[in-house]
């Protein structure tokens, strides 16, 4: 097991590569250690982020990341026979006999790592171990002279009949520039931004500094792209966000043990990030992130800052500096009103045109229906909806309450003069619009709701009503019900409660009345008023419903509970 080993330098980042100010040579990478290093593999003391997304390199010390591979070449027939003469040289990589192909031989390699062909050209990518090769001419073994391990030619030193049942086999040991990808998680690096950071890739070189492969040289190196912008908090997209003052480390761990559980680390170096870089502000005015809304043609309304580049004065170029999507469609530069406009701040505003709902389809210049502008090879929305489901459920939206309609997420990219943008989306920017009103599932006598319990409890004084979604609790009245029916005494409600638990909460209205039911008692309800829903959905009696004989909206019977 290796131990840790940490050191810290002030460093920051350039736009594709570390720039030095004071290169100082001091000394190698010490063995099993990682450092941040420049292209002229100096220890770098101060760096810049002056890019959105630069690259950083590493570099590990370590030979125990060499890879000792096996490999075989293999010469046969399937018919005949073949003769390879005395004397001839012979390639490992290619199979070739003095600079030529061998006649009816199938020539093959047993570990494709150890060379590589693209089309007449064929690269040697490994290393022949010394002392390693040896030949076998079907169960005999053949001497040879001359290897050249680098090359992978040798010089067979007597004849080599080749026939279906004796093939002609050269195994060895070599090692090739090794690289260990993400899924090896041997090289992670992140900020004090983003905690969850990247898996790096690494590359055996020939030196610190350099990006040449090399073989057994002991010297990895690895290259993380930093961002400036936030979203690149999220994991797997090869970027690490950073700001200034941030810590990027890298840290070196050991391999992945049989459970697959990541190594321990080995060493760390950690560098201080100074960004120069200035991104637009972006502010949301409405709808706020988790707005549920009863309104199918909300307005959607934001500004856009920035005091550095900042924006064209020419009011007609706004178009280059904002996008604005919902559920993943793009919102068109002439659908946006512009408020107001300077060359360091915009307003914008977005409504749906008269006759346009958010839940209408989506369509493209062709008028062709896009079902999805977020799946890949969908075409741009140019005119329509926005695919929002308004009327799915109802079903619990997160852990307290249950609505219609499915959450969607709209975003916001502003990008300034400097070519630098900014985006807000996703999880800062859901919104649910939930368009069909609450209705009423069920009567039951004789139910009333402990607030200590969280549950129905008996009380032959009180009604409970069954809604299929949450109420907004402050539309719910005395005044907006009138009980009646066989079995009530005393029709005179004395309070009403909304109640319920978890996503169930406030799906229930229980009505008290002054005076217990009768013995058999089925009441009857009836709305005279109105209830909403959380997204602001009423309720309510029609004007028929009115002029009935309920005088309301009958909202049920209950069974007999007493």
């Not at 030095?20 to 990478?29: F, G, I, L």
């Not at 070599?174 to 090289?187: E, I, L």
């Not at 009980?483 to 004395?494: D, L, Q």
């Not at 909304?498 to 005076?515: C, E, H, P, T």
């Amino acid at each position: 097991m290796k131990y840790v080993v940490v050191f810290s330098a002030l460093i920051l980042l350039s736009i594709t590569q570390w720039s030095n100010s004071n290169p100082v040579r001091a000394y190698s990478v010490a063995s099993d250690d990682v450092e941040w290093i420049d292209a002229s593999g100096n220890f770098v003391k101060q760096y810049s982020v002056v890019s959105q997304v630069s690259e950083a390199a590493f570099y590990i010390n370590d030979v125990d990341l060499g890879v000792t591979q096996v490999g075989k070449s293999i010469w046969s027939v399937s018919s005949g026979n073949a003769v390879v003469s005395a004397h001839s040289i012979i390639n490992l990589a290619t199979g070739t006999d003095d600079g030529s192909d061998i006649p009816s031989v199938i020539f093959q390699l047993g570990n494709s790592s150890y060379a590589t062909t693209n089309g007449d050209s064929t690269e040697v990518n490994g290393v022949i171990d010394r002392g390693s090769l040896y030949f076998m001419l079907g169960t005999t073994d053949l001497p040879y002279t001359h290897a050249d391990r680098y090359k992978g030619t040798v010089r067979i030193s007597s004849v080599a009949p080749i026939t279906p049942s004796q093939s002609l086999v050269a195994h060895y040991t070599f090692k090739a520039a090794d690289t260990y990808g993400t899924a090896s998680h041997r090289a992670k690096v992140t900020s004090t931004s983003d905690s969850k950071g990247e898996w790096v890739s690494i590359t055996e070189v020939d030196d610190e500094g350099s990006n040449q492969p090399a073989v057994d040289s002991g010297i990895f190196r690895g290259v993380i792209n930093v961002g400036v912008d936030s979203k690149h908090i999220e994991a797997g997209d090869g970027v690490v966000w950073v700001q200034d003052g941030d810590s990027l480390t890298v840290t070196y761990y050991n391999a992945v043990d049989s459970s697959g559980n990541d190594g321990i680390a080995i060493a760390s170096s950690s560098a201080v990030i100074n960004s120069d870089v200035s991104l637009p502000d972006i502010t949301i005015m409405s709808p706020a992130d988790g707005t549920i809304t009863h309104d199918i043609r909300p307005t959607f309304k934001f500004s856009i800052s920035d005091d550095e580049s900042g924006f064209s004065s020419q009011i007609g170029d706004f178009g280059k500096h904002v996008a604005l999507t919902i559920n993943g469609c793009s919102v068109g530069d002439a659908e946006l009103a512009l408020s107001s406009h300077s060359s360091r701040a915009m307003t914008f505003s977005y409504t749906p045109t008269i006759g346009t709902i958010l839940s209408d389809i989506a369509r493209d210049s062709g008028d062709n229906p896009i079902s999805d502008c977020s799946a890949t090879g969908a075409n741009v929305r140019a005119y329509g909806g926005f695919n929002v489901n308004s009327t799915s459920g109802p079903s619990a939206h997160g852990t307290d309450r249950t609505i219609h309609g499915t959450e969607f997420s709209w975003s916001v990219t502003a990008t300034n003069l400097a070519g630098f943008s900014k985006s807000i989306r996703d999880t800062d920017m859901n919104i649910t619009i939930d368009s069909v009103p609450p209705s009423v599932s069920l009567i039951t006598a004789a139910k009333a709701w402990s607030a200590v319990e969280k549950q129905d409890t008996r009380d032959n004084s009180s009604i409970k009503i069954h809604f299929n979604e949450s109420l907004e609790s402050a539309s719910v009245s005395v005044n907006d019900f009138v009980v009646g029916g066989s079995g009530v005494t005393n029709p005179t409600i004395s309070a009403v409660t909304v109640a319920g638990a978890g996503a169930s909460k406030n799906m229930y209205v229980y009505i008290d009345l002054v005076d217990d039911l009768a013995p058999n008692a089925r009441p009857k309800v009836v709305l005279k008023g109105s209830v909403s829903d959380i997204a602001g959905n009423e309720l309510k009696p029609t004007t028929s419903e009115v002029n009935s004989g309920n005088k309301g909206k009958l909202l049920g019977t209950a069974s007999d509970g007493i």
